[in-house]
């Protein structure tokens, strides 16, 4: 009943937002070293909230990797160091239990996910 409930919530995405992106991680994990950088350039309040925001963006790829039954803290570990050398699509394949470019296994998922995710988490942070 909940598999066939998360497929039909997929399609609806897919109708809103005809657009898929890579999944296992790898988005969220690409936005949190993005913010890490970008919060090296701040200072004061500013900076810390923007790495508080990186480092809440890295529970999703440690999420998956504790459900899939992976040393959460290696994976992502790992993940950020490929994202820190230009892979940009490297996520957490659960299939393998290794990082891998989530294009090439064609692991995606809708863009509508990570934007709902991130509105959702941005209005959170400003209440």
């Known amino acids: 009943d ?4 998360d497929a039909l919530c997929v399609v ?8 898929l992106i890579a999944g296992g991680g790898a988005p969220e994990a690409e936005c949190a070293l ?7 350039t701040l200072v004061g309040v500013r900076s810390y909230c923007a790495r ?7 529970i999703i790829p440690y999420t998956l ?11 992502v570990t790992e993940l950020r160091n490929r994202h820190s050398l230009g892979e ?5 394949n659960v299939r ?5 470019d989530m294009w090439k296994e064609k692991i995606v ?9 991130i509105s959702l988490a941005t209005e959170c942070v400003g209440m």
Do not use: D
């Open 2 to 5: 909940r598999s066939v409930h």
């Open 12 to 19: 609806r995405s897919l109708v809103k937002k005809r657009f």
């Open 34 to 40: 993005r913010l890490t950088q970008w919060a090296k």
């Open 52 to 58: 508080a925001f990186a480092e809440a963006l890295e």
């Open 65 to 75: 990797s504790e459900n899939a039954g992976m040393n959460p803290i290696s994976m």
């Open 88 to 92: 940009c699509f490297g996520g957490i």
């Open 96 to 100: 393998t239990g290794a990082i891998s």
């Open 109 to 117: 998922q809708p863009l509508l996910v990570n934007t709902s995710e």
